[in-house]
């Protein structure tokens, strides 16, 4: 399985936080997602986003390259509608430190 590492910055971050929401309930239409990401103390965090609030916070955020931030979007994004993620032998990690510079 290849992992990506997608850094949240800041601006992501303070976006992710105000946007969460507590009730973790599905209903047809209107699918959620649970962003979990590894902080820079090794600590994990989670925070419930709506469809479309996700897709923005994941607009925000930096990719290791524009193809992989087109993979996500083009495929794994689009495929959490029906329900179905489409991985591909692809892990997305969240982090809120750069890997390039930690």
Not at 4 to 21: C, F, G, H, M, S
Not at 55 to 60: D, I, L, R, S, V
């Amino acid at each position: 399985m290849k992992n990506i590492d997608i850094y949240i910055p800041p601006k992501a971050y303070e976006y992710l936080i105000q946007n969460k929401t507590l009730d973790r309930t599905v209903s047809p239409g209107k699918p959620k997602y649970v962003v979990y990401y590894r902080k820079r103390d090794n600590t994990l965090g989670a925070a419930t986003l709506s469809f479309d609030k996700f897709g923005n916070f994941a607009e925000m955020c930096i990719f290791p390259s524009r193809k992989e931030k087109e993979t996500f979007f083009d495929e794994f994004y689009p495929s959490l509608y029906k329900g179905i993620a489409d991985e591909k032998e692809i892990n997305y990690r969240w982090r809120t430190y750069n890997w390039h510079t930690k």
